[in-house]
Each structure stands twice: as C-alpha cells, then as structure tokens.
C-alpha cells in the first residue's frame, strides 16, 4: 500500500455514536449509550431475563371476573404474588448477564391460578418461579398465557388450583382517594404495604419501555420489584396495576379501564401489541435511537426473524424508533396493525457491527445484512472457505477521550494523535492494524486510518472523494451511497489491490447535523474487515475539544 494513500488524503469528520461495552460475563459487546434516554416516569422494574419457550397450548381458564363487592386490606396479602424470573438477558451497561434472576410481583384474579403481572417481569424468561402471599415454603410453576409489550401487562397461570384472588375496582380514580401498593419490592421475600392517595386520575404513562395512554399517579411508595402488583382501595379491590416510580416520590399505576382493554385477550392466550420483546427505549449522542433488546420470547415474531439480545431495533415499517426516548412510535406501530401482519423491521447488531432488516411474520422470515460497505463476495483468501471468526472490539482514545472508537482487538498496532495536512494539524487520528507499517506498505494486512476534523465540516462528501481517488495498483469499481449509524456520505470502492484478492474503501461522512466530517480508509481481507470499519464509524464518538 502506497504511503501516499495518507500523505495525500485530507480527514474530516466526527460523530458521536453508539459507545460500546463487553458484556460483564460473556465477554459479548452490546450496545452501553453514553447518554440514557429519560423515562416519562423513572422504572420501578425489576431485571429483564432470558429467552423462554411459550406454551403450544393456551388452557381456558376462569374468565376475567366482574367488579364485586368490597373485601379487605387483609385479603390483599393472599392473593399478592411474587414472581422471580430466572434466565439469561443482556443489560444495555453491563452487557451479556448469564443465569440471572430478576423479581416482580403480581395478583390473583380468580380461584384457578390466573394472575395479573407486568410484561417486563416475565417476558423472556427461561423459567418463572411463583410465591404466594409471602409463604416462602411453597413455590409454584408457572406459564405466560399472553402479554402486551406495549401496555405492559401480562397474564400467567400457576399449577394449583383454590387461590385467593382479588377483585377488581371498576370506577373511574378520583384525585384523594386512599390508595395502597401491595408487593415485594426490592427483590425482598418480605410482603410490603404502602399507603398514599391518587394524586392525578390521567398522568402520562409513556415511557421508555411501555406505551399506556394514560396512568395513575399516586404517592404510595413504589420501587423495583414492586412492578406487577396491585394497587388497592381501602376496601381491598384493584385500583391499578403498579407500573412505575420516580425518586420524586411519584408512583404511577394502570388503571382498570386501560387494563380492560388488552386483558380480555391475554386470558384467552393472545399476546396484544406484542412481537415478543423485553426491550427499553435508548438514545445517544450523534442523535441515533431505537428498542434496545433485553430478551426475546422463543417462538414470537422477534426470535422466529433471528432477533436476539443484545440487538437494538432502529426501524419499523420505515420509521425509526424511540426519537423521542420512549416506546410511543413502535407501540402506535403495533396498534395500527393487526396481529400477524407483514411489518418491515432493521436492526443494529453492536456484536457484528452490522445493520440487518427483514420482514416480520411472513412465512420464511429472515434478518439480512443491509448494504452498507459491500464485500463483494471475493475479496481475500478467506472467500470461498471457511471465514474467520467475527472480531471482538477494543475501545481506543485520542487525547483524553477527545475521539473514542472501538477497533478488533486483533489490530493492536495502534497509531493515534494529531492528524496533519501539509504540516498544519486540521484534526485527530486513530489508525490500526495487526501490522501497522505492513498495513500502511502493501495490501496484504487488514486495517484503517479514520480522522476526525471540526475545520473540513463544510467540505463536499463528493468533491472531497474525487480530490483523493487512489491511481495505484486497484480496480475502481464506482462510488456508493453511505447511509449507517447515523452518518451519511459517499465511498469509494477498489478491488484486486496489488495482485491480490483483498478490496481497498474510502469513506467519507457526516452526522446528522454536518458539524463534523469523517473520512476512513481501510483495507479489507475478510467479509469480517467491512463489519469491522462498520463498526468503527458506528462507535466513534467525539467530545472534542478537537484541534
């Protein structure tokens, strides 16, 4: 590879995108956003957990029972459940989390076992385990009968029969009245009773993992684990189903009337506003968003497609998701929609790098990669045979995280700094091969150069191609649209380098709001090389300040 490639190329760019992190267990990369996205009201949920086979077989239990008269505080206890959810997810922090239990609560609704619970307390779980009114020496077995992601509500059965249960509140709330959340917060086996009054009858209730029109709030005291169980009158009768809760000492449950409306068919074992997701809203900093997958339900829409944990969802049916931090866009999606209609979906996969679409439930449903740096199918010696496997990633700074972006751990013959023009500083570096020197003197070593400048920003994606197309020793095949992570531009692409098999690329970006411009040039061995300068252009992400 000719020196002149970088004499000659003047760098420009910037972004910032979605940072990533190896997954506390598994070593797995998933996506860790450097700017959560705020909930409308702060979770009280408890962890997410593992994917899980869904019963072939709905049974018909009891059905949702009439409002009826009152009972009492003391029944409550009875028929509130604590739910542990055991199984394997992946956290948006911490990443892949293996053999994890995560707790909840729920309530009784008829004498056969039938309770009510959150969607985000059961969906994706390998296994659930079920105590009853705070008796730790019996435990029970449950199965998800049906669920709506969107109205975050559930409905599972325990093996028994002759429970206790709790009747519902069928009136509109009125501001004052005494309320009281029921449940086990905090993961403790202890049953817990706070008191407060509904403080708001029709709160907003979108947030960053649900989408309910509206909720109600109140100041009885809510905290993780608490999510599921009921929220009681005086007299002991469902007023809400606990939801959420704030450091602000709000509280927020779903009402009767809002629940009535998607219960009906979770009992009769239809998943509602649903393709099988335990997922949260997310944003980041360069302006992308979209479902962050905690888990999936095995045999939904999602895990059918090949989504998995770890997996954000960017797009359905062409709209990208969560621009707003919340679940809203996807769940108005859903609604418009009747169940098992064909949707298009993308995905970003921060574990590969790659931004794969497909189409929900359509007979042979599939994710495939979209065309973002194409391969060509014959480049490298790999082509052909077995291919190596998907690199793991390493995060890699400049000037005290100024640029941070994550390159193959493999490519640790790291060159970073200044990057200069004819003697002038105009930005920062970050170039990295397993070889650096080999890399930058031939075309037999995979590798990349990316800088990074605030003073180009202006400069024309096209014309600054056209004043640096590379003369040597490769085929120009023809320049590309760029549309991935947030970035748009141009690139540039050369095959048979040097007597070789192996593609050379230049790309040239910007984010979103053409503040900054990013220009890469990077050889590819292997399908895994374009994933792996994918990957670096979606990760970069610019504090500045810049030179």
Sequence with gaps: MATSRLASARWLGAVAAIAIVVGACSGAATPAPSARPSAAAPSARPSAAAPSARPSAVPSPSPMPSPSPEGSLDDVRMATIQIEADGSFVDPEQGQLLNTAGRGSGFLINKDGVAVTANHVVTGAALLKIWVGGDRNKTYNARVLGVSE??????IQLEGADFASLDWYPEDPKVGTDVFAAGYPLGDPEYTLTRGIVSKARADGETSWASVDSVIETDALIN????GGPLVTR???VIGVN???????????????EAQRVLAKLLAGEDVTSIGLNGEAVQYDNGASGIFVSSVASGSPADTIGIRGGDVITKLEGLVLSTDGTMSDYCDILRTHK???????????????QTLEGRLNVPTPALTPVATIETGGDQGGDQGGDQPADYTYTRVGVNNGAIVTEIPTEWSDVSKGNWTDGGSVIGLK???SSDYQAWMDGWDVAGLFMGVSADLADTDVDQYLDDNMFTGTCTYEGRKDFDFGGYVGKFDIYRECGGTKNSYYQVAVKPADGSYFVFVQFVAVSDRDTAAADHAIETLVVKGPLP
Excluded: H, K, M, W
């Design 339 to 353: 169940a098992g209609d064909v949707l298009s979906i993308e995905v970003f996969r921060p574990s590969t790098g």
């Design 224 to 227: 993780p684990g608490n999510s």
């Design 243 to 257: 939801y959420a809760g704030n450091q602000a000492n709000q509280a927020f449950a779903i009402g009767y009337v």
């Design 430 to 432: 970050i170039g990295a």
């Design 150 to 155: 969107c109205s975050d509500l559930a409905v």
């Design 235 to 237: 007299d002991g009768r």
